[in-house]
């Protein structure tokens, strides 16, 4: 074999490799832009979830505080008939 026929089999060889490695790379970029598409979506419903939770957190926000607010009353008030009216004593042996 001689230098010619060498060097011209090597571009061959090569221009094969050239096109497996564009046809790979395509794949992969293809691959690559359906899973991008896919988080995009995920990200949008999401975005969406997050909206609907937080507009619902911020309705039931007001009404937290009132709870609140009615069990400070509530424990204030059970203080005070425990302060009032102290606990019976419990007979010895039971």
């Known amino acids: 074999m001689n230098e010619n026929n060498f060097a011209f089999w090597m571009t061959v060889a090569g221009t094969i490799c050239w096109g497996v490695c564009f046809w790979w790379m395509h794949r992969l970029s ?5 899973l ?5 979506e995920q990200g949008k419903r999401i975005e969406k979830l997050s909206k609907i939770e937080h507009d ?9 505080n009132e709870i609140k607010e009615g069990m400070v009353e509530m424990i204030a008030v059970v203080k005070e008939n425990s302060e ?3 606990p019976a004593a419990k007979p010895k042996g039971h």
């Open 30 to 34: 293809t691959k690559q832009n359906a």
């Open 36 to 40: 991008l598409a896919q988080l995009r």
């Open 56 to 64: 619902l957190i911020k309705e039931v926000h007001p009404q937290v």
């Open 84 to 86: 009032n009216h102290p």
